[in-house]
């Protein structure tokens, strides 16, 4: 952690703050605006804030300080180093000599592997056999939030059947000095260990490490099989493998150059606790639920101890660059081992890393995307994303207006849209069940033959249609604002932002609009709630992909006339008890609170970190339905 810091700084990536700063609010608000700036802004070390660590924020939270955490210039690189390695050990090899050349890769290969040594490690200098969590700088990071709680964690947990570890993130709210919770999801495998321990009548030991290599880190948030250990990707990543020390006071091991572990065990037997709500990267809080207690039995640290963290809120933030390392690392083992006919993945920012992804194809047959949308939804926690789009290998589809033109031009509402069911992230709440709902397909490949609906058109100059915004405003007073800018650009949507005040009122809005002229050439109609800014597309976006359960919300109008395009309407407005019978409490959007924001006004001056910054939560105030997490 000291060497990332060093180079971070070195390389003009990190403001070190002298002014003291408080722990609850503070902190958060700063990196909030700092890493919603367009490079992700610098990282942030708050080395007065009441406590004996100083408290590193936003440290991976742009493209260059995670390529400084793992050492390389290009993502890809990391991608196309596994890729070489998969290819090179899984290909035949003809001969004794050929078998031989392989030595070296497998001593590379079990270089990365993680080593438990003998005696105490750095991270275990100073040791508190009385823990109490209030030494260190745990932050509260929004108003509305349930208390404070460790958002950079590494979990560390073993199958008590195999020994098998695991590494994962999973937020603690803090509960007492020595009590936290432990919230992983049910499909987590966290979660699925605790099942084992469960079963056996056996309390559960946990570490939980914070700092050290920015790699090991990163390795509890990535996407690996049960089976591959998280140390050994993080071996991988800093071409050196992970040294673990046992535990002070659980049959478990650490790493040794963590800066701070956090031993302690659940027991399957007790009372969950009522855990949140929380500020999630959803942009929207996760409600309280209940979750596993965990008891805390020892704290140790380096004697120079850092304390990671990171905030979460309305993307984009520090997490947006996690995902676009993951995106760029796993994209080459993905074409291995599944899907080699796929060129590229994208996560785009607004889709908070579930409920948007695109990818590319070498498309060779009819169906193809099809199956490309079969497989990744079957894997890993590709399972839970929401709306998948899948285009040609020509399409950059990193140029989001690219895409969004290439989409327009060859999808038929009638014919390419596809729809399924299955699990979604725990966090997901627009879906009517828990964990539960629907995803959508759009296959916005150029067609086969057999894949062609000849009945209604397909293509239509955008740039040619003139729609009446005022007289359609007027004819329909619920509609407020309509943005047909993207017509301009020979893309084929509509944002429209209405107040909703009566059952099934979208779906018989957008069957009236679609006989006006101009809207009746365009495909894709998409409502919010105003006072969603409709002009501001991201923000659009953010907000009905989060809204939507795909098949409740999704409808084709198909078109009456030949010649004209069929209608695909998406209602990305909150769901309500009274008129859309939904019956899961919703919740409100992340955002500061104007004490907490006056207060960084104030003070900005102090703490040195650069130009202004006005807090993002201000673009975001209008949208704030309620004084708690949940919308009644």
Not at 9 to 15: H, N, P, R, V
Not at 447 to 467: G, L, M, Q, S
């Amino acid at each position: 952690m000291q060497n990332f810091i060093k180079k971070t700084e070195q390389a003009g990536e990190l403001f070190r703050i002298k002014t003291k700063v408080n722990t609850e609010l503070e902190i958060a608000e700063i990196a909030d605006r700092m890493s919603k700036l367009p490079d992700g802004g610098k990282a942030l070390l708050f080395e007065n804030n009441g406590t004996y660590f100083p408290v590193l924020i936003n440290a991976l939270g742009s493209e260059k300080r995670m390529q400084i955490a793992f050492g390389v210039d290009d993502f890809n690189e990391t991608g196309e180093e596994l890729d070489a390695m998969f290819k090179s050990l899984t290909s035949p090899k003809k001969g004794f000599f050929e078998k031989l050349k392989m030595l070296p890769e497998l001593a590379s290969l079990s270089s990365y592997m993680p080593k438990t040594v003998s005696g105490k490690g750095k991270s275990q200098e100073i040791i508190h056999t009385n823990p109490d969590l209030s030494i260190l700088p745990i932050l509260k990071t929004w108003s509305r939030d349930g208390g404070k709680f460790i958002t950079f964690p590494q979990v560390i947990t073993k199958d008590p059947n195999t020994g098998i570890r695991n590494v994962g993130m999973y937020r603690m709210q803090v509960f007492g000095k020595d009590i936290t919770g432990m919230h992983w999801h049910k499909h987590k495998t966290g979660a699925r260990h605790f099942s084992e321990y469960k079963k056996l009548g056996k309390k559960m030991p946990i570490a939980v490490a914070l700092g050290g290599h920015p790699a090991l880190t990163y390795a509890a948030t990535a996407p690996l099989p049960d089976n591959i250990d998280e140390y050994m990707l993080a071996g991988f990543l800093r071409k050196e493998k992970v040294k673990l020390v046992k535990a002070v006071t659980q049959n478990i091991e650490v790493p040794a150059e963590a800066d701070i572990i956090i031993e302690g065990f659940v027991d399957p037997q007790e009372d969950f606790i009522w855990e949140g709500p929380f500020g999630d990267h959803t942009g929207f809080f996760s409600l309280p639920d209940w979750y596993p207690k965990f008891h805390v039995t020892c704290i140790t640290h380096k004697k120079n101890a850092v304390y990671p963290a990171t905030v979460v809120g309305i993307p984009p933030m520090e997490d947006a660059w996690i995902a676009k390392a993951t995106e760029r690392i796993f994209l080459a083992p993905i074409k291995l081992t599944m899907l080699p006919e796929m060129t590229d993945m994208n996560i785009p920012n607004a889709g908070v890393a579930h409920n948007l992804t695109l990818v590319s194809i070498k498309k060779s047959f009819a169906g193809h995307a099809q199956k490309v949308m079969s497989s990744l939804w079957g894997a890993g926690q590709m399972m839970f994303n929401k709306i998948l789009t899948v285009f040609d290998e020509e399409v950059k589809i990193s140029d989001y207006k690219q895409a969004a033109q290439v989409l327009s031009e060859n999808v038929n509402p009638e014919s390419d849209i596809i729809f399924m069911k299955g699990p979604l992230d725990v966090l997901d709440h627009s879906s009517s069940k828990f964990a539960y709902g629907s995803k959508l397909g759009i296959d916005a490949t150029k067609k086969y033959n057999e894949e062609k609906n000849d009945t209604n058109a397909i293509n239509i100059n955008t740039k040619t249609i003139e729609i009446d915004i005022l007289s359609v405003k007027n004819k329909y007073p619920e509609i407020k604002e309509i943005n047909d800018e993207l017509l301009k650009d020979d893309i084929s949507f509509l944002f429209i932002s209405i107040e909703k005040s009566k059952k099934q009122q979208v779906n018989k809005l957008a069957q009236s609009i679609v006989k006006e002229a101009g809207i009746k050439k365009v495909k894709f109609l998409i409502f919010v709630d105003f006072p969603v800014n409709v002009f501001d597309i991201e923000q659009t976006t953010w907000i009905f992909a989060n809204n939507i359960e795909p098949i409740r919300d999704c409808s084709v109008l198909k078109s009456e006339d030949i010649g004209e395009v069929s209608h695909f309407v998406i209602d990305g407005t909150r769901k309500r008890a009274d008129i859309d019978n939904f019956k899961r409490d919703w919740p409100d959007i992340v955002a500061s609170d104007k004490k907490t924001i006056n207060l960084v006004d104030k003070k900005w001056n102090e703490y040195g970190i650069g130009d202004f910054i006005s807090s993002p939560s201000e673009k975001y105030k209008h949208l704030i339905l309620s004084k708690t997490a949940v919308v009644e």
